[in-house]
């Protein structure tokens, strides 16, 4: 994985492959290109050559500051470093010379990342807080945005090519960035923690991207539990045998069209002195046919990142045992492969739930529901102040949110703060209702709740899924769901920090939420 250094030399005397600098986008009739603070060392050293300087042979080369735009420029000479690049901010917020929102920072240096794979070191030069604020936490916003968005933008899946691609190219081996005083406790604080973040992420994309027939779930669970273990995590995984023992009724019944069994891991986080208990549930379906209710044809290979729920909770583990907040964390990952055979499960079946409730399955394809409602209820066990559920649980989530957008419902409050850590993570989350004729249409004839609305058919999907979960969630515990189907992955082309494939959300956002509620 890439490497983290803080550095406060003279950018234009870094000994690197490539110093990175910003620049604003030209807005209104100006037509001079607008250099972010910080590099003017840099800018300094192009006053005297021929063209004009720095900002317009920059704006020659067709440089505009749009966000993520990414130019480069041979130095020849004029800084240590042998190649400028010039990575655009966007307009400034709040006027020239503002520094940009974290946001813009962390896709800024995401896209220059990626676009400088197969250098050996790499200096970023940004503006990272206003150049009137003197306080740490400016400074330490910008250089967690920094830091991850390098990290996160120089992100591959190794995959399994055998043989070598010319186009294919290592990611940055190290990256320093640039910072008033590298010596600073909160800028190397900050640092760390990206570290950290980019670490589990990375983790999460690997799981998402691995091939199903690699990641079933038996093998899921050993890789989730080996980790676990190996961040000193209490961590226990129940087999197909324990969970009938134990009543696992949803989990299992899912399951029961693979040959590969399901598995229950729980991942355990308890340091001396918590108050507070915080509740991680994760959807881990390996992959998904729709199993007797089988899904089209097009696009169901996306279906292996049906378990990128459980991939979060997981990877926020192991960032929650290396980070250490004073607060109880416990996530439970229900993991199953919902296929078609003899032995699938049906429409019509009537499943007995982990708490008790019997449940009329009308569409197989609506199976994480009904791991998760499993989960939930075993989660509700611990007694947690809150609780936080993550899956790809619905369509409906994309048709009403968008690829990049999560739906979130439960406890309003609760899903306020997800969606103000979602902001500042970078992971944007929007709150949505619960409506009562919802669950109304959910009442079932011959069992306690239908696993749909059957007379709603696909309407408010996204909607159906978070009314069923709430029935398995103990009264008095705050919890909310975030449906991540749409931001899970990412099937177009690489931009800012975000590759092709699993993206890692909202890893961020649970850690943001995390420290958070350790810090009250």
């Not at 003279?10 to 209104?28: K, M």
Request: aromatic share 4%.
């Amino acid at each position: 994985m890439t490497s983290l250094t803080l550095v406060d030399t003279d950018p234009a005397e870094l000994a690197v492959d490539a110093v990175v600098i910003g620049v604003y986008a030209i807005e209104g009739g100006d037509t001079k290109l607008p250099i972010a603070p910080g590099a003017e060392s840099v800018a300094a050293a192009f006053s005297d050559r021929p063209g004009g300087g720095l900002a317009e042979t920059l704006r020659v080369l067709g440089a505009t500051g749009a966000l993520g735009e990414v130019t480069k420029l041979a130095a020849f000479g004029a800084v240590a470093a042998p190649l400028v690049v010039a990575v655009g901010l966007g307009a400034p917020v709040g006027g020239a010379g503002r520094a940009p929102t974290s946001e813009s920072l962390r896709r800024a240096a995401g896209a220059a990342a990626r676009s400088l794979a197969g250098s050996a070191s790499v200096a970023i030069v940004l503006p990272l807080s206003d150049p009137d604020k003197t306080g740490d936490e400016d400074l330490t916003a910008g250089v967690r945005a920094v830091a991850e968005g390098a990290l996160l933008g120089s992100y591959r899946f190794l995959g399994y090519k055998t043989k070598p691609s010319a186009t294919r190219r290592d990611p940055v081996r190290k990256v320093l960035v640039h910072v008033p005083d590298a010596g600073a406790k909160a800028a190397k604080a900050a640092l760390k923690r990206s570290g950290v973040l980019g670490g589990v992420v990375a983790r999460t994309r690997d799981w998402i991207n691995a091939a199903p027939n690699e990641l079933r779930p038996p093998q899921f669970a050993e890789q989730a539990a080996a980790a676990a273990a190996e961040a000193s995590l209490e961590v226990s995984v129940l087999d197909e045998k324990a969970l009938a023992k134990q009543g696992f009724g949803g989990i299992l019944a899912v399951g029961l069209g693979s040959a590969a069994a399901p598995r229950l891991v729980r991942i355990a986080y308890e340091p001396a002195g918590a108050t507070r208990r915080i509740a991680l549930v994760g959807k881990g379906i390996t992959f998904d046919t729709g199993g007797v209710s089988i899904k089209p044809t097009a696009g169901m290979w996306e279906m292996k990142s049906d378990m990128s729920g459980a991939a979060a909770v997981v990877a926020t583990m192991l960032a929650v045992a290396q980070l250490k907040p004073k607060v109880a964390v416990v996530a439970y990952a229900p993991m199953a492969e919902n296929m078609v055979s003899g032995s699938a499960y049906r429409p019509g079946d009537v499943v007995r739930m982990y708490n008790g409730a019997q449940v009329e399955v009308l569409n197989t394809d609506a199976e994480g529901r009904m791991i998760l409602g499993d989960a939930i209820a075993r989660a509700c066990e611990d007694e947690p102040d809150y609780l936080f559920e993550v899956s790809t649980l619905t369509g409906g989530q994309v048709i009403a949110l968008g690829k990049r957008i999560a739906g979130v419902m439960g406890t309003p409050e609760l899903c306020e703060r997800i969606r103000d850590a979602g902001e500042r993570a970078g992971e944007p989350a929007w709150p949505m209702p619960l409506p009562e004729d919802v669950r109304k249409g959910m009442d079932s004839e011959v069992a306690d709740i239908s696993q749909v609305n059957s007379g709603m058919d696909r309407a408010g999907h996204m909607l159906q899924g978070g009314v069923f979960l709430s029935e398995f969630v103990t009264k008095g515990v705050q919890w909310a769901h975030i449906d991540i189907a749409g931001p899970s992955y990412h099937s177009g082309e690489p931009f800012g920090y975000w590759s092709k494939g699993g993206t890692g959300v909202p890893v961020r956002t649970l850690v943001e939420l995390i420290e958070q509620i350790a810090a009250e």
